[in-house]
Structures are given as structure tokens and as C-alpha cells.
């Protein structure tokens, strides 16, 4: 489903002021866009690169919770059969106006990552290498609302 340009201008903005969390034993920990993820590195240390991504809400479109239950499922039975290390995260507005469970995921080359996040349908993803920033990924075209922001990747 393609987004109309001024769709995807808000939405970005919306991402880029998103709070991005993982969970490791039983603790909650936040992501920060253009910053490192040192937490997450340590916790992985054979992985050079680590994403985020959910199966919630393909485009950014609102679906029922049952639907999103079962894409969430889907993407989770493949994390496990994946033999990949992966962890619970969630996407949220800072005023908790939305919430999306997420995956944070370790050792996925980008090019799978980014094939994943197609195959959910997202608009809007988190991806890094070690010891570099966090990057937003968008799977759009940039419109031309948009300015140059430092830590984003467009994709179409």
C-alpha cells in the first residue's frame, strides 16, 4: 500500500520522536536514534549489526488487535525458527497515544532485515552496525516535505 507523500512527511516525524525500547532480563532499555546502542552490543557480542521491527499496523495503517496478534506471531515463530538472537522492544509516542510491540533483532544482514520489514508491510524501521548511530529506515520515497535528516535511509 503506497502512502501519499504528506502521509509519510508525518509519519516520519512521528518516528523520529517515537520512544524505541528493548527488554533484556527483565528490564526495559531505550533505544536513541543517531546514538550507539553500547546496551544492546554487550548484550550481543558476537553481532555486528542489530534492527528493530514489528508486524503491528503494515504502513502505518491501523488494524485490529487480532490482526496484529497474528502477523506478531508469524514474525515471531520466524525470529525463532531463524536461529537468530532476538529480544521483546516496542515503538511508542511519548504521550503513549500508540504502542506497537517490536523485535529487536541481532546478526540479520541488512538485506534480509530490510526483505523482513517488506514482507510486514513496515514503513519504518531501526537498523545499525556496531558501534555506529542508530538509523531510521524508511521503505518509502522521500518526499520532498522532507528535509535531510541526518540518521534517516530512504529506500525507494
Known amino acids: 500500500m503506497a502512502q501519499r507523500p504528506a502521509t509519510i512527511a508525518h509519519l516520519l516525524q512521528a518516528y523520529l520522536a517515537a520512544d524505541y525500547r528493548w527488554e533484556w532480563e527483565g528490564q526495559w532499555y531505550f533505544l536513541h536514534l543517531g546514538q550507539p546502542a553500547p546496551g544492546v552490543e554487550a548484550a550481543f557480542p558476537e553481532a555486528t549489526r542489530f534492527g528493530l521491527l514489528s508486524a503491528w499496523d503494515p504502513h502505518s495503517v491501523k488494524r485490529s488487535k487480532r490482526e496484529n496478534q497474528s502477523a506478531d506471531e508469524a514474525l515471531h515463530f520466524w525470529l525463532a525458527d531463524s536461529g537468530l538472537d532476538y529480544r521483546p522492544a516496542f515503538s511508542s509516542a511519548r504521550d503513549r497515544t500508540w504502542r506497537e510491540p517490536s523485535w529487536l533483532v541481532a546478526g540479520l544482514p541488512v538485506e534480509a532485515f530490510d526483505s523482513l520489514a517488506e514482507r ?22 522521500c518526499p520532498d516535505a522532507c528535509g535531510d535528516e541526518r540518521h534517516v535511509d530512504w529506500l525507494k
Open 120 to 141: 510486514f508491510g513496515q514503513l519504518g524501521t531501526l537498523w545499525w552496525s556496531r558501534g555506529e548511530p542508530i538509523r531510521l529506515r524508511m521503505h518509502a520515497a
